[in-house]
């Protein structure tokens, strides 16, 4: 990837819509107990993401930032000249992991084994780095992902039903993240 990469980013179309999500059961009794648990839930309608998806200036920046800082993993996919997929990956040195930003793969590109390969790559990076994972975070509406990751040899490490809920986009405060380990 280099900085002329970046514009292309925004006509990347990352939206999504899914069948189900998983829905979290949560009880605390002080430090007694206190447990989490995902269950899968069909959707009586499908949940549709749309554009709200989309790479923000905010997130271009940053992008940006991890290009220049040169340690990390940006890998783009074109077809035509036109992007279909972005990687980004950074290292977390104090955890020895590489933190996956973004995966991802246009709407029209998906199933073709993209996500795949930029798992592969993803991993020999950080075999070559000596880190000892990949991390990624998705959220719990997000099945795809969660499929995704399941099925790539991810394992579900963790929840956060707090992760979301200060952060100034409204339509997400409810969303609870879920933290996968490869």
């Known amino acids: 990837m280099s900085a002329a990469d970046i514009p292309n980013l925004t006509r990347l179309n990352p939206s999504f819509t899914a069948?189900?999500?998983?829905?979290?059961?949560?009880?605390q009794s002080n430090l007694q107990r206190?447990?989490?648990q995902l269950t899968y839930q069909p959707l009586d309608a499908p949940?549709?993401?749309?554009?709200?998806?989309?790479?923000?200036?905010?997130?271009?920046?940053?992008?940006?930032?991890?290009?220049?800082a040169g340690n990390c993993l940006l890998l783009v996919t074109e077809d035509d000249g036109c992007t279909v997929g972005?990687?980004?990956?950074?290292?977390?040195?104090w955890r020895a992991v590489g933190w996956i930003w973004n995966?991802?793969?246009?709407?029209?590109y998906r199933g073709r084994g993209l996500e795949q390969r930029f798992?592969?790559?993803?991993?020999?990076?950080a075999r070559e780095r000596g880190l000892k994972a990949l991390v990624a975070e998705t959220q719990t509406s997000n099945i795809n992902?969660?499929?995704?990751?399941?099925?790539?040899?991810?394992v579900g490490s963790g929840i956060d039903d707090h992760y979301y809920r200060y952060c100034d986009n409204p339509a997400t405060a409810n969303?609870?993240?879920?933290f996968w380990y490869l």
């Open 86 to 93: 972005l990687l980004e990956v950074e290292p977390r040195d």
């Open 175 to 178: 969303d609870v993240a879920i």
């Open 34 to 36: 206190i447990t989490w």
């Open 145 to 154: 992902a969660c499929r995704f990751y399941a099925h790539t040899g991810f």
């Open 47 to 68: 949940f549709d993401k749309g554009h709200g998806y989309d790479l923000q200036q905010e997130e271009l920046e940053a992008i940006r930032q991890r290009l220049y």
């Open 119 to 125: 798992i592969q790559h993803a991993a020999a990076w």
């Open 103 to 108: 995966i991802l793969v246009g709407s029209d």
């Open 19 to 27: 069948d189900a999500e998983l829905g979290l059961k949560k009880e």
